[in-house]
């Protein structure tokens, strides 16, 4: 099989760039709200830090596509690895090849793209359907159609892919090959398909930000002392600062990492085991918030 490197180099270039722009305002968004009292203002800034934690996180994961591409040909199929995805399209299912600059039509691209990364699919007008695993634009690309599919790519050597390409063709396969898909391990959890699973999980998230969230907005009126423990009577019998009362969203989040985990862990063997520690994590949040609402229903 001969194989053809892309180049990743300007792909690599912006994308680092980006994650350094974001962790960069970030830590301007840290310095402004640790230098201010809680508020509601001050949990949004620290949300917004959060998310963009997991936007840097997903850029991380594409460049690690750029940097582990390639494209694989031989008699048989032409292969594309993207990271941890790797594509085999049999070379006899394979229509035509466009050049594309030879495109009239529109492009339609949906995925992540900046300068030096195309990847995602989309429609083209005269084309269909369309993968894109690319460092360059679509007018740059080379389109290999199959079945209805076309699939731009964007070797290093355009005119000598194409060579090889064409000689392979014209040479035949030397057995068959299925075609396939293999994408990232991550991505073929049965979790994904499990939606009773994903809404305790993800109703526990939400009533751990819901808190947190609830509890910085009320933080500037709250006296300085507040009861954080009451006595069979219900009266209160001990006091603490008011920032101590973060301590009980703080617990839900605990309960959230460590139920999601051991529930991740037994899911495949266990299901019943997984939706009991996820349900029972939700459980937690409910009670954490009566013991907040009882709290401040005190004062």
């Known amino acids: 099989m001969t194989e053809w490197q892309t180049d990743p180099q300007l792909g690599l270039r912006v994308g680092v760039a980006l994650i350094a722009a974001i962790l960069l305002v970030d830590g301007g968004v840290i310095a402004w709200a640790v230098a201010r009292p809680v508020t509601f203002w001050t949990f949004l800034a620290g949300l ?24 694989g040909v031989d008699r048989n199929a032409l ?22 600059d030879e495109l009239t039509g529109r492009v339609r691209f949906r995925g992540l793209r900046w ?19 690319a460092t360059v634009p679509p007018k740059r690309q080379i389109f290999v159609v199959s079945e209805g599919i076309a699939y731009g790519l964007s070797p290093e050597d355009p005119e000598a892919f194409l060579r090889t390409l064409q000689t392979r063709l014209e040479m035949g396969p030397t057995q068959l090959v299925e075609p396939a898909f293999e994408g990232p391990t991550f991505l073929r959890w049965a979790f994904w398909q499990d939606r009773w699973g994903q809404a305790l999980l993800i109703g526990a998230a939400l009533a751990v930000v819901a808190l947190f969230g609830f509890l910085s907005a009320r933080y500037p009126s709250l006296p300085r002392l507040l009861p954080l423990h009451f006595d069979a009577a219900g009266a209160p019998d001990r006091l603490g600062p008011r920032g101590q009362i973060f301590f009980i969203p703080v617990i839900g989040l605990v ?13 495949r063997r266990e299901r019943v085991a997984a939706y009991l520690l996820w349900g029972g994590c939700g459980l937690v949040q409910v009670l954490l918030w009566a013991a907040v609402l009882g709290i401040l229903g005190a004062l």
């Open 255 to 267: 309960v959230l990492v460590v139920n999601g985990a051991l529930g991740g862990l037994l899911y």
């Open 48 to 71: 917004a830090v959060l998310l963009s934690l997991g936007v840097v996180g997903l850029v991380g994961f594409f460049l690690n596509g750029l940097v582990n591409s390639a494209y």
């Open 115 to 133: 300068p030096g990364h195309w990847v995602g699919y989309g429609e083209i007008e005269g084309l269909g359907p369309a993968i894109f695993y």
């Open 79 to 100: 292969t594309i690895v993207w990271g941890a995805s790797r594509q085999v399209i049999p070379t006899p299912s394979i229509e035509r090849v466009v050049r594309g």
